[in-house]
């Protein structure tokens, strides 16, 4: 079964701090990852999309790896500011004509001052 | 630039009645879509269009209908609603359906509560 798993499902830390949210998938045939953010009351707002052939990524203070063997990826967050609390979501693409998205639950992060 | 708007923000339904949720964007997307988002699940595709004229079902399309009504707008009708349908709808749109690494660019979302 085609599915994206994420941990945590929360998480809490203090501005200025750096944390790790993690993302491993089952989907195959694989495209692409991407992360998304999004903040409360909004629709999300793609953060980075990453291919087979691509271990790292970076926007900003966001960085994303994949590990297309283990079907892992992770989007660490470097000096974290207030305006990171939100939800962030891992997004696979399937290979393939269809190419359907599959999204994981989301890992809500908050950052207290 | 506005980019893609839904209508109504929020909305409050009796059980058994209708409603049209409605999508528009800007960026001349070929394609768009529409999802639903509950607490504790990811985003479920209901509907989607990859083109004008075209649309398909997604992953949960029981109880609804959709209508591409131009380029521009994709919207999302509600025939007889139910409790299960309370949720968050987002409407989205991409370039193409597909196309790989194409970013799907999301609207502010419909909160819809179904009494």
């Known amino acids: 079964k085609n599915q994206v798993e994420q941990s945590p499902q929360s998480l809490i830390i203090l501005e200025g701090k750096n944390c790790t949210l993690q993302c491993n998938y089952t989907v195959s045939p694989f495209s692409n990852l991407r992360w998304y953010k999004q903040d409360t009351g909004r629709g999300p707002v793609s953060l980075t999309i990453m291919t087979f052939s691509e271990n790292t990524k970076s926007n900003g203070r966001y960085t994303a790896t994949l590990d297309a063997d283990t079907k892992q990826s992770s989007l660490h967050i470097t000096a974290s500011q207030l305006s990171d609390s939100a939800s962030y979501i891992c997004v696979v693409r399937q290979g393939g004509s269809q190419g359907n998205l599959i999204f994981g639950k989301g890992t809500k992060l908050s950052v207290k001052p | 630039n506005a980019g893609v708007t839904q209508t109504p923000k929020f909305q409050v339904l009796k059980t058994g009645q209708s409603m049209t949720l409605q999508c528009a964007q800007d960026?001349?997307?070929?394609?768009m879509y529409w999802y639903r988002q509950d607490p504790g699940m990811g985003l479920r595709l209901i509907y989607y269009s990859a083109s004008e004229g075209t649309t398909d079902k997604g992953e949960v399309p029981n109880g609804y209908n959709v209508s591409r009504l131009n380029k521009r707008e994709f919207s999302l009708r509600l025939e007889s609603a139910a409790p299960s349908q309370t949720s968050v709808y987002f409407c989205?749109?991409?370039?193409?359906?597909?196309?790989?690494?194409?970013?799907?660019?999301f609207g502010p979302g419909t909160r819809l509560l179904v009494l």
């Open positions: 960026m001349n997307h070929n394609s």
């Open positions: 989205a749109s991409s370039p193409s359906r597909t196309g790989g690494t194409m970013t799907q660019y």
